[in-house]
């Protein structure tokens, strides 16, 4: 038997990351990680799928933790983003829930805030406290 022949007698060992690359639910950002090990990027989604199979959380709801994984400022991945609303729409979603959901989301952003705020007040004061004694140490 020819190579290319067994190769399509064998079963794949990712079959899942083959069901998302022809289904148009793969991130090519992922390409990287699946060339350099890909059975454990299949475990890996397989993990990450483990939600949708278990039936703990409704269609509907499982869409908008998606909307909000993919729009949150960690990850800002759009495609994924409009397929989740797409579905969530289908699934009988109102634009304003899905609205809710990205408004909860995006206080993620206001970390920035809360961690960038205190440092610029500590710099502004080491700031002046180097100011003063440059001005004390010049007279």
């Not at 090990?37 to 949708?52: C, L, R, S, V």
């Not at 797409?86 to 990205?102: D, N, P, S």
Request: hydrophobic share 45%; with cysteine.
């Amino acid at each position: 038997m020819s190579q290319a022949a067994s190769d399509k007698a064998a079963p794949s060992a990712t079959p899942l990351c083959d069901q998302m690359r022809a289904t148009g639910t793969w991130n090519p950002a992922w390409d990287p990680f699946a060339e350099l090990d890909p059975i454990w990027t299949e475990k890996f989604m397989a993990m990450g799928t483990h939600y949708k199979q278990s039936g703990a959380l409704d269609p509907k709801t499982v869409e908008f933790i998606a909307i909000a994984v993919d729009a949150s400022c960690t990850h800002m991945y759009a495609p994924g983003t409009r397929r989740h609303i797409r579905m969530a729409l289908e699934l009988g979603a109102t634009k304003e829930e899905i609205a809710a959901v990205l408004q909860l989301v995006s206080v993620l952003g206001i970390h920035t805030c809360s961690l960038g705020a205190p440092i610029l007040l500590e710099e502004l004061a080491a700031l002046e406290s180097r100011k003063l004694a440059a001005a004390k140490a010049a007279s």
